[in-house]
């Protein structure tokens, strides 16, 4: 099964006719919601970190800085995020609802779609939903 493949049978992907920019925009904000992901992987900083470092990199971005936390408890999630020459990154992990959150927002020209390729790769998600916005002063008035 392609890429392509695994996506359509994982769930509804929703996406804007383009994730491309136009002159009167700033940069492309990627929303993803991945569900039915394995709670083991959910709970493994380490992994998460380099999982978001490896995609980051595959899709054009710079990073300045990554930083995680793995919280304590029950549900032990991660937050790992990205200081980015062209903005940032974040990974939020839910073990305990089998959910992760993934927020990409470039102002540049690497792309958030390759970051969101690369994640679903590795965790495999049973269903994937996603949001684009436009951002800038002009994005707003359309």
């Known amino acids: 099964m392609n890429e392509q493949e695994y996506l359509r049978a994982a769930g ?3 996406q804007p006719a383009s994730n491309s920019l136009d002159e009167a925009s700033l940069g492309r904000h990627l929303l993803a919601d991945l569900l039915g992901v394995r709670p083991d992987l959910l709970r ?3 992994y998460l970190d380099g999982l978001l470092r490896t ?4 899709a054009g971005f710079h990073i300045l800085r990554l930083d995680s936390h793995k919280f304590p408890g029950a549900g032990a999630g991660v937050t790992s995020l990205a200081l980015l020459s062209e903005s940032h990154a974040a990974i939020h992990t839910y073990p305990e609802y089998e959910y992760l959150a993934l927020d990409v ?7 958030p779609q390759v970051v969101l390729d690369q994640v679903v790769s590795a965790l495999r998600p049973a269903e994937i939903r996603t949001r684009w ?3 800038g002063p002009e994005s707003s008035r359309r």
Do not use: K, M, Y
Not at 55 to 58: D, M, S, T, Y
């Open 12 to 14: 509804e992907v929703i």
């Open 105 to 111: 927002f470039s102002c540049g020209a690497a792309d």
């Open 55 to 58: 995609a980051l990199q595959q």
């Open 44 to 46: 493994d900083e380490p």
């Open 133 to 135: 916005a436009t951002r």
